[in-house]
C-alpha cells in the first residue's frame, strides 16, 4: 500500500487480556519501529526490527511486551495480562533506511477497562 | 543514549507572527535530524528535516537550522496561520540507529 496501515484503529480489552496490533510497513522498506504515545505525552521507543537482523528490544517496558516481524514485511506487537497503564496510541512506523525519516501509521488506540 | 530536550513545551503566537522551537541532542555522533508535525488525532508526519553535513534548510515558510558544535538545532516557522497549529516533535538519529524524539511542543496560532 502507500503508507503504513496499522490495526486495529481502536482497542477496548478488559484488563488481563492479551492483545495483538498489526502493522503493515510501506513496501520495500527495511526499517519498523514501534512507539507508544500516552495521551498529550512524547513518542516512548518500544522496539526496532531492521532487515533480518536481530531486534532492538531496549525499549519495551516489561515482559509482558513482545513483537515480531514476519518475512521481513508485517509486524505484530502483542501485549500480555494488559494493565490500565497499557492505554496509548501505539504507533508503527517504517523508514527505506535506518536513517530516513520514519512513516507513521495512524495508530492503534488501545484502552484497558 | 542518545537525550533530546525540546524546548518550550508550550508556545502561543499570534497569526502572522513567527514561532522558534529549540532542540537540544546529547550525542554528538548524531547526524540526521527530523521535525515532525502531530495534529490533534493524527499521525506525526515529516515536515522537515537536516543533515549535519548542512546548517540550513528552508522550505516555504518553514526553516531548520544546526549547530553542531553547541549540539543544538531549531525550527522556525514564519508568517504563522491557524493551521500550523499542532504538536511539533523535533528528533535525533545516531548510531543506535533509531530516532530518539523530544517532549513535543503544542503550537497554538491565535487568528
Known amino acids: 500500500g502507500a503508507g503504513v496501515s496499522q490495526s486495529p484503529s481502536n482497542k477496548v480489552t478488559e484488563k488481563g487480556k492479551d492483545v495483538e496490533l498489526r502493522c503493515d510497513p510501506i513496501?520495500?522498506?527495511?526499517?519498523l519501529y514501534w512507539y507508544r504515545q500516552s495521551l498529550g505525552q512524547g513518542l516512548e521507543f518500544l522496539i526496532y526490527?531492521?532487515?533480518?537482523?536481530?531486534?532492538?528490544k531496549s525499549g519495551l517496558p516489561s515482559d509482558r511486551f513482545s513483537a515480531e516481524r514476519t518475512g521481513g514485511s508485517v509486524s505484530t506487537l502483542t501485549i500480555q495480562r494488559t494493565q490500565q497503564e497499557d492505554s496509548a496510541v501505539y504507533l508503527c512506523?517504517?523508514?527505506?533506511?535506518?536513517?530516513?525519516?520514519?512513516?507513521f501509521g495512524s495508530g492503534t488506540r488501545l484502552t484497558v477497562v | 543514549g542518545e537525550n533530546v530536550e525540546q524546548h518550550p513545551s508550550t508556545l502561543s503566537v499570534q497569526e502572522g507572527d513567527s514561532a522558534v522551537i529549540k532542540c537540544t541532542y546529547s550525542d554528538s555522533a548524531s547526524n540526521y535530524f527530523p521535525w515532525y508535525k502531530q495534529e490533534l488525532g493524527k499521525r506525526p508526519q515529516l515536515i522537515i528535516d537536516?543533515?549535519?553535513?548542512?546548517g540550513e534548510k528552508k522550505d516555504q515558510r518553514i526553516a531548520v537550522t544546526l549547530n553542531k558544535t553547541a549540539k543544538h538545532f531549531s525550527l522556525h516557522i514564519t508568517e504563522t496561520q491557524p493551521e500550523d497549529s499542532a504538536v511539533y516533535f523535533c528528533?535525533?538519529?545516531?548510531?543506535?540507529?533509531?530516532?530518539?524524539f523530544g517532549g513535543g511542543t503544542r503550537l497554538m496560532v491565535k487568528p
Open positions: 528528533a535525533s538519529y545516531n548510531a543506535g540507529n533509531m530516532l530518539t
Open positions: 512506523a517504517s523508514s527505506l533506511q535506518e536513517w530516513y525519516g520514519y512513516t
Open positions: 537536516i543533515r549535519s553535513n548542512v
Open positions: 526490527f531492521q532487515g533480518n537482523s536481530a531486534p532492538d
Open positions: 513496501s520495500g522498506h527495511t526499517a
